[in-house]
Structures are given as structure tokens and as C-alpha cells.
């Protein structure tokens, strides 16, 4: 039964598909960047394709940013093997025909704001357009998804405070009160979680965080780089139990 509920990849591995959502700038490639660093050096195995990048002569995102990775039995389904693909969308308004082709057949969303002040009305736009895209599912809970701010390592004076951008919520139509917008909240930092990530071998005390393999074990990740990947982790599992949910529900009927 599982089989009939997850699409299949060119190789027929059951696949979920996840996009990061959100204005140019927010964090979307960092994110993905961290999460392939992290993956690497923790679980390499897992990892099913490098991330990869279209970037503009500005090395900002020209169309998306792509990585897969693996999901082992007994993570997520009893399945021997499933993959989850995450895409990012390129944020600057010349792409939105772009992203309207990256958000075909999305499985699980996850939106991505930029507390910054200066950018209080491009997560606006943002939000908008995304509500004119997919505002029927995500309203309707058809299609899972998350928020995540980002740059929460800014002074509180040079970013926007989380319960206003929950109000930009309510206003755009996305949830209905401030309850339903914190239950779908993450808040992190990508630099902070960039900087530990990227600091931990230089640590004295390095080799006491791997395990027997040579691997990072999961135990000691950082707490910004456990922020960082809960987005992702928690994401994917929403997707797979909706899926699940909606497969019991057809047999019921």
C-alpha cells in the first residue's frame, strides 16, 4: 500500500518532493548548503545528490538549488529505501514564472522569511504570491508545510519581531489567529549554524564527537546547527505521516 502513495524517480525509488519558499535573500541556499555539509559528515551514505546550484553572475539563484539525500528503512516508512529531494526557488521577482514550475508536484513546503526590517515588504510579496499559487492547499492543510525565520542572530532593533511577521500571516490569509501561525514557527540563524558547523574540527576536543567510523554523531551537533536542520527533518516527517494519514483514510472509505 505504501508503494501506491509516494511518486517514484527515474529509478523508481519512492521520492518526496520539499521546496524552500521565500524572498530573495532569506536564507534559502545557505540552508540547503548547511544541511549537505551536515549530512556529509554525519551520514555521507545518505547523501544522493550533491547540491547543486544555478546561480546568476551576482551568485545569487538564477532558477533553483537542488539536493537529495536518503531515507534508510526505518525512517519515516517501512519501506527498504525512499529518497527526499529539497529545492529552493530563486526569490528575485524576475522568476516567478520559475518558481511557478518548481512548485509543480511539491509534496511538503516550507516557507523562509527574512526578519530584516528592510525586507518586511518583500516576505510580503512573497507571502502574496505564494497564496495566489497554493493558498487553497495550504489553507486547507492538502499540503503540508512549515515556517521558518531566519537571521534571528540580528539585533532586536534591526529585525522585525517574530509576532509581527505572525500577524503578516493572519493578514495575508495564510492562518487564521497567532496559535495556528507559532505552531507552524522555526526560528534560526543560518550564519550562526554555518560558523559553528564549519568551526567544530578545529575544536580540541573534535575526535570525542565522532563516533567509531569517523562520523559526527548526531548528539553533537551545535544547537544553532540542531535549528538549523529541524526545518528539514520535521518537514519531511509531516510529509510522510500526511501521506500515510490520507492512504488509511481511502481505505476506510
Not at 529509478?11 to 519558499?21: A, D, H, N, Q, S
Not at 518586511?120 to 499559487?133: I, R, V
Not at 540563524?189 to 564549519?198: E, F, K, P, T, Y
Not at 528539514?232 to 472509505?253: A, D, F, G
Amino acid at each position: 500500500m505504501l508503494n501506491q502513495i509516494f511518486k517514484r524517480d527515474a529509478e523508481g525509488i519512492p521520492t518526496i518532493k520539499l521546496v524552500i519558499f521565500g524572498p530573495s535573500l532569506a536564507g534559502k541556499t545557505s540552508l540547503l548548503s548547511i544541511y549537505s555539509i551536515l549530512k556529509k559528515v554525519e551520514s555521507p551514505e545518505q547523501v544522493y545528490s550533491d547540491l547543486k546550484k544555478i546561480e546568476d553572475p551576482s551568485g545569487r539563484t538564477a532558477l533553483f538549488d537542488q539536493s537529495v539525500f536518503e531515507l534508510p528503512k526505518g525512517q519515516g516508512t517501512a519501506l527498504p529505501l525512499m529518497r527526499y529531494a529539497l529545492y529552493s526557488v530563486a526569490g528575485q521577482d524576475r522568476y516567478k514564472e520559475t518558481r511557478k514550475v518548481v512548485l509543480r508536484g511539491t509534496d511538503g513546503l516550507m516557507i523562509m522569511l527574512d526578519p530584516s526590517i528592510e525586507q518586511y515588504d518583500s516576505n510580503k510579496a512573497s507571502l502574496e504570491e505564494l497564496m495566489e499559487l497554493l493558498g487553497d492547499q495550504l489553507k486547507n492543510n492538502e499540503l503540508p508545510w512549515i515556517l521558518v525565520v531566519n537571521k534571528m542572530d540580528l539585533p532586536q532593533e534591526q529585525r522585525t519581531s517574530t509576532e509581527d511577521i505572525m500577524k503578516l500571516m493572519i493578514e495575508v490569509g495564510l492562518v487564521e489567529n497567532i496559535g495556528e501561525a507559532y505552531q507552524k514557527l522555526h526560528e534560526m540563524s543560518c550564519l550562526q549554524a554555518r560558523d559553528d558547523l564549519l568551526a567544530m574540527p578545529k575544536r580540541a576536543d573534535w575526535k570525542e564527537l565522532l563516533d567509531t567510523s569517523g562520523r559526527l554523531r548526531r548528539d553533537a551537533r551545535p544547537e544553532s546547527v540542531i535549528r538549523a536542520a529541524a526545518p528539514i527533518e520535521n518537514l519531511t516527517r509531516l510529509v510522510i505521516e500526511h501521506k500515510i494519514r490520507k492512504i488509511k483514510e481511502q481505505v476506510k472509505k
